[in-house]
Protein backbone atom coordinates (compact mmCIF):
# COMPACT_ATOMS: atom_id res chain seq x y z
CA UNK A 1 0.00 0.00 0.00
CA UNK A 2 3.34 2.37 0.97
CA UNK A 3 4.47 1.47 -2.35
CA UNK A 4 1.36 2.35 -3.93
CA UNK A 5 1.14 5.75 -2.26
CA UNK A 6 4.96 6.41 -3.45
CA UNK A 7 4.22 5.57 -7.09
CA UNK A 8 1.37 7.49 -7.44
CA UNK A 9 3.11 10.76 -5.63
CA UNK A 10 5.96 10.05 -8.37
CA UNK A 11 3.16 10.37 -10.98
CA UNK A 12 1.83 13.42 -10.15
CA UNK A 13 4.57 15.20 -9.43
CA UNK A 14 6.37 13.90 -12.95
CA UNK A 15 2.91 15.42 -14.58
CA UNK A 16 3.46 18.48 -12.42
CA UNK A 17 7.21 18.53 -14.23
CA UNK A 18 6.58 17.08 -17.65
CA UNK A 19 2.87 17.65 -18.04
CA UNK A 20 1.17 15.81 -21.10
CA UNK A 21 1.52 17.40 -24.92
CA UNK A 22 -1.23 16.84 -27.85
CA UNK A 23 0.53 14.31 -29.71
CA UNK A 24 -0.69 16.42 -33.08
CA UNK A 25 -0.41 20.04 -31.86
CA UNK A 26 2.12 19.67 -29.14
CA UNK A 27 -0.84 22.15 -26.73
CA UNK A 28 -0.26 21.22 -23.10
CA UNK A 29 -2.91 18.72 -21.70
CA UNK A 30 -4.72 15.79 -23.31
CA UNK A 31 -7.10 13.88 -22.90
CA UNK A 32 -7.91 9.94 -23.11
CA UNK A 33 -8.16 7.37 -24.75
CA UNK A 34 -5.82 9.03 -27.97
CA UNK A 35 -3.33 11.34 -25.91
CA UNK A 36 -4.96 14.33 -27.64
CA UNK A 37 -5.99 18.28 -26.97
CA UNK A 38 -9.94 18.71 -26.33
CA UNK A 39 -9.23 20.60 -29.55
CA UNK A 40 -7.51 17.82 -31.99
CA UNK A 41 -9.88 15.08 -30.29
CA UNK A 42 -12.80 17.09 -31.39
CA UNK A 43 -11.64 17.96 -35.02
CA UNK A 44 -11.20 14.16 -35.86
CA UNK A 45 -13.74 13.19 -38.84
CA UNK A 46 -14.60 9.63 -38.31
CA UNK A 47 -15.19 7.61 -41.70
CA UNK A 48 -18.75 6.58 -41.19
CA UNK A 49 -21.88 4.95 -42.72
CA UNK A 50 -23.06 5.63 -45.31
CA UNK A 51 -20.03 4.51 -47.51
CA UNK A 52 -19.45 1.41 -49.88
CA UNK A 53 -19.64 -2.01 -48.35
CA UNK A 54 -16.57 -3.13 -50.34
CA UNK A 55 -14.21 -0.60 -50.82
CA UNK A 56 -15.24 1.90 -47.50
CA UNK A 57 -15.28 5.16 -49.38
CA UNK A 58 -17.90 7.34 -48.56
CA UNK A 59 -21.38 7.17 -50.43
CA UNK A 60 -23.06 10.81 -51.02
CA UNK A 61 -26.92 11.12 -50.34
CA UNK A 62 -27.68 7.83 -48.48
CA UNK A 63 -28.40 6.66 -45.14
CA UNK A 64 -26.87 4.31 -43.50
CA UNK A 65 -29.76 1.64 -44.21
CA UNK A 66 -29.46 -1.07 -46.82
CA UNK A 67 -26.66 -2.66 -48.20
CA UNK A 68 -25.04 0.15 -50.87
CA UNK A 69 -21.66 -0.67 -53.23
CA UNK A 70 -20.31 1.99 -55.69
CA UNK A 71 -20.41 2.21 -58.92
CA UNK A 72 -17.09 1.18 -59.58
CA UNK A 73 -16.97 -1.93 -56.99
CA UNK A 74 -19.72 -3.14 -59.07
CA UNK A 75 -18.19 -3.02 -62.34
CA UNK A 76 -14.99 -3.48 -61.36
CA UNK A 77 -14.82 -4.73 -57.26
CA UNK A 78 -11.49 -5.00 -55.79
CA UNK A 79 -9.71 -8.21 -55.38
CA UNK A 80 -10.30 -7.86 -50.87
CA UNK A 81 -13.31 -8.45 -49.11
CA UNK A 82 -13.54 -5.29 -47.98
CA UNK A 83 -11.84 -2.25 -47.09
CA UNK A 84 -11.96 0.00 -43.96
CA UNK A 85 -10.98 3.46 -42.44
CA UNK A 86 -11.01 4.96 -39.19
CA UNK A 87 -10.44 8.74 -39.96
CA UNK A 88 -10.30 10.58 -42.64
CA UNK A 89 -6.54 12.25 -43.39
CA UNK A 90 -7.10 15.99 -42.76
CA UNK A 91 -6.28 18.52 -40.10
CA UNK A 92 -4.37 17.60 -37.13
CA UNK A 93 -3.95 13.98 -37.73
CA UNK A 94 -3.02 14.89 -41.58
CA UNK A 95 0.15 16.96 -39.72
CA UNK A 96 0.60 14.11 -37.04
CA UNK A 97 0.75 11.33 -39.62
CA UNK A 98 3.53 13.65 -41.75
CA UNK A 99 5.72 14.09 -38.72
CA UNK A 100 5.41 10.51 -37.81
CA UNK A 101 6.27 9.00 -41.41
CA UNK A 102 8.72 11.88 -42.71
CA UNK A 103 10.11 13.05 -39.17
CA UNK A 104 10.72 10.18 -37.46
CA UNK A 105 8.22 11.51 -34.67
CA UNK A 106 7.89 8.28 -33.39
CA UNK A 107 5.70 8.96 -29.95
CA UNK A 108 2.82 10.17 -32.52
CA UNK A 109 2.82 6.53 -32.93
CA UNK A 110 0.75 6.09 -30.07
CA UNK A 111 -2.20 7.93 -30.64
CA UNK A 112 -2.17 7.00 -34.92
CA UNK A 113 -2.33 3.28 -33.20
CA UNK A 114 -5.23 3.74 -31.00
CA UNK A 115 -6.99 5.37 -34.01
CA UNK A 116 -6.74 2.17 -35.84
CA UNK A 117 -7.29 -0.27 -33.08
CA UNK A 118 -10.38 1.89 -32.13
CA UNK A 119 -11.21 1.34 -35.97
CA UNK A 120 -10.42 -2.21 -35.96
CA UNK A 121 -12.76 -3.09 -32.90
CA UNK A 122 -15.64 -1.44 -34.65
CA UNK A 123 -15.32 -4.09 -37.77
CA UNK A 124 -14.10 -6.82 -36.94
CA UNK A 125 -12.85 -9.81 -34.07
CA UNK A 126 -9.44 -10.91 -33.36
CA UNK A 127 -10.80 -14.37 -34.82
CA UNK A 128 -11.77 -13.28 -38.28
CA UNK A 129 -7.85 -13.60 -39.25
CA UNK A 130 -4.88 -15.36 -38.76
CA UNK A 131 -2.33 -13.18 -40.24
CA UNK A 132 -1.91 -9.75 -39.95
CA UNK A 133 0.62 -7.95 -42.88
CA UNK A 134 1.99 -4.70 -42.92
CA UNK A 135 2.01 -2.82 -46.63
CA UNK A 136 5.97 -3.17 -47.05
CA UNK A 137 7.83 0.02 -48.16
CA UNK A 138 10.90 -1.03 -50.79
CA UNK A 139 14.22 -1.65 -49.12
CA UNK A 140 15.60 1.53 -50.79
CA UNK A 141 12.84 4.03 -48.81
CA UNK A 142 13.63 1.69 -45.59
CA UNK A 143 17.21 2.77 -45.17
CA UNK A 144 16.37 6.32 -46.32
CA UNK A 145 13.23 6.46 -43.69
CA UNK A 146 14.67 3.56 -40.95
CA UNK A 147 11.15 2.33 -40.47
CA UNK A 148 8.28 1.06 -42.08
CA UNK A 149 5.05 2.73 -40.22
CA UNK A 150 2.31 -0.01 -41.68
CA UNK A 151 4.49 -2.40 -39.64
CA UNK A 152 4.67 -0.08 -36.65
CA UNK A 153 0.99 0.20 -36.64
CA UNK A 154 -0.12 -3.41 -37.27
CA UNK A 155 2.30 -4.50 -34.28
CA UNK A 156 0.46 -2.25 -32.10
CA UNK A 157 -2.40 -3.78 -33.38
CA UNK A 158 -1.12 -7.43 -33.14
CA UNK A 159 -0.44 -6.80 -29.13
CA UNK A 160 -3.70 -5.77 -28.27
CA UNK A 161 -5.48 -8.35 -30.49
CA UNK A 162 -3.67 -11.06 -30.36
CA UNK A 163 -3.48 -11.92 -34.08
CA UNK A 164 0.42 -12.52 -35.35
CA UNK A 165 2.37 -9.97 -37.73
CA UNK A 166 4.10 -11.39 -40.16
CA UNK A 167 6.49 -8.03 -41.17
CA UNK A 168 8.44 -10.12 -44.07
CA UNK A 169 5.94 -11.89 -45.78
CA UNK A 170 4.37 -9.52 -48.06
CA UNK A 171 7.27 -7.51 -49.79
CA UNK A 172 8.31 -4.30 -52.21
CA UNK A 173 10.14 -6.17 -55.02
CA UNK A 174 10.08 -3.22 -57.27
CA UNK A 175 10.72 0.79 -56.03
CA UNK A 176 7.64 2.91 -57.44
CA UNK A 177 7.60 6.66 -58.10
CA UNK A 178 4.70 8.15 -55.44
CA UNK A 179 1.78 8.12 -55.80
CA UNK A 180 0.58 11.78 -55.52
CA UNK A 181 -0.44 13.38 -58.24
CA UNK A 182 -1.45 10.46 -60.76
CA UNK A 183 -4.51 9.35 -62.02
CA UNK A 184 -6.27 6.17 -60.97
CA UNK A 185 -5.03 4.67 -64.41
CA UNK A 186 -1.29 5.93 -63.53
CA UNK A 187 -1.31 4.53 -60.02
CA UNK A 188 -2.21 1.58 -61.59
CA UNK A 189 -0.29 1.03 -64.08
CA UNK A 190 2.87 2.53 -61.36
CA UNK A 191 1.88 -0.03 -58.91
CA UNK A 192 1.38 -3.04 -61.27
CA UNK A 193 3.48 -6.51 -60.31
CA UNK A 194 5.52 -4.12 -57.18
CA UNK A 195 4.54 -6.53 -54.25
CA UNK A 196 5.95 -10.07 -53.95
CA UNK A 197 5.32 -12.85 -51.34
CA UNK A 198 8.48 -14.06 -49.33
CA UNK A 199 6.96 -17.43 -48.43
CA UNK A 200 3.39 -18.19 -49.78
CA UNK A 201 3.16 -20.84 -46.97
CA UNK A 202 2.28 -18.32 -44.78
CA UNK A 203 -0.47 -16.97 -46.48
CA UNK A 204 -2.17 -20.60 -47.94
CA UNK A 205 -5.36 -20.67 -46.65
CA UNK A 206 -5.23 -18.50 -44.47
CA UNK A 207 -7.54 -14.84 -43.58
CA UNK A 208 -5.28 -12.38 -43.74
CA UNK A 209 -5.96 -8.84 -42.74
CA UNK A 210 -3.57 -6.17 -44.72
CA UNK A 211 -2.60 -3.07 -42.66
CA UNK A 212 -1.49 0.59 -43.94
CA UNK A 213 -1.48 4.11 -42.85
CA UNK A 214 -3.39 6.06 -46.21
CA UNK A 215 -5.20 5.23 -48.81
CA UNK A 216 -6.41 7.26 -51.39
CA UNK A 217 -7.98 5.46 -54.05
CA UNK A 218 -7.18 2.29 -52.62
CA UNK A 219 -4.96 0.85 -55.61
CA UNK A 220 -1.84 -0.14 -53.28
CA UNK A 221 -4.93 -2.25 -50.74
CA UNK A 222 -6.03 -3.74 -54.21
CA UNK A 223 -2.38 -4.41 -55.56
CA UNK A 224 -1.50 -5.89 -52.31
CA UNK A 225 -4.18 -8.13 -52.02
CA UNK A 226 -4.14 -9.40 -54.91
CA UNK A 227 -0.24 -10.91 -54.90
CA UNK A 228 -1.78 -12.10 -51.57
CA UNK A 229 -4.62 -14.04 -53.10
CA UNK A 230 -2.25 -15.23 -56.09
CA UNK A 231 0.11 -17.09 -53.12
CA UNK A 232 -3.09 -18.96 -51.88
CA UNK A 233 -4.68 -16.91 -49.16
CA UNK A 234 -8.25 -17.70 -48.26
CA UNK A 235 -9.78 -14.30 -47.65
CA UNK A 236 -7.78 -10.39 -47.90
CA UNK A 237 -9.38 -7.84 -46.08
CA UNK A 238 -7.82 -3.97 -45.36
CA UNK A 239 -7.54 -1.16 -42.93
CA UNK A 240 -5.80 1.94 -42.96
CA UNK A 241 -5.50 4.35 -40.31
CA UNK A 242 -7.23 7.24 -42.96
CA UNK A 243 -8.74 7.94 -46.20
CA UNK A 244 -7.53 10.85 -48.16
CA UNK A 245 -11.15 13.18 -49.11
CA UNK A 246 -9.50 13.73 -52.66
CA UNK A 247 -8.98 10.19 -53.29
CA UNK A 248 -13.09 8.98 -51.74
CA UNK A 249 -14.51 11.35 -54.43
CA UNK A 250 -18.19 11.37 -54.37
CA UNK A 251 -18.65 7.79 -55.09
CA UNK A 252 -22.25 7.34 -56.87
CA UNK A 253 -24.49 4.76 -54.89
CA UNK A 254 -25.62 1.89 -56.27
CA UNK A 255 -28.73 -0.54 -54.09
CA UNK A 256 -28.08 -4.29 -54.02
CA UNK A 257 -30.83 -6.44 -52.76
CA UNK A 258 -29.30 -8.72 -49.94
CA UNK A 259 -29.99 -11.69 -52.13
CA UNK A 260 -27.40 -10.64 -54.34
CA UNK A 261 -24.35 -9.50 -51.65
Known sequence: MIRAYIREVRESFSSLLFPPVCSFCDALGT???FDLCRSCQCALKWVSPPFCEHCGRPLVGLSSDGINYCGRCLSAPPPYTRARYAVFYEGGLRDGLLRFKYHAALHVGGT????LIEAFEKYWRPEDFHLI??????????VQRGFNQALLLARKLS???????APRTLVKIRDTRPQVGLTLKERKINLSKSF?????QDVRDRSILLVD???TTGTTLAEASKTILDAGAQSVQAL???????GAGSSQPSHVPETSA
Open 240 to 246: ALALRAD
Open 112 to 115: LSAL
Open 133 to 142: LPVPVHRKRL
Open 31 to 33: EEP
Open 196 to 200: GIACA
Open 213 to 215: DVA
Open 159 to 165: RVSGIPV
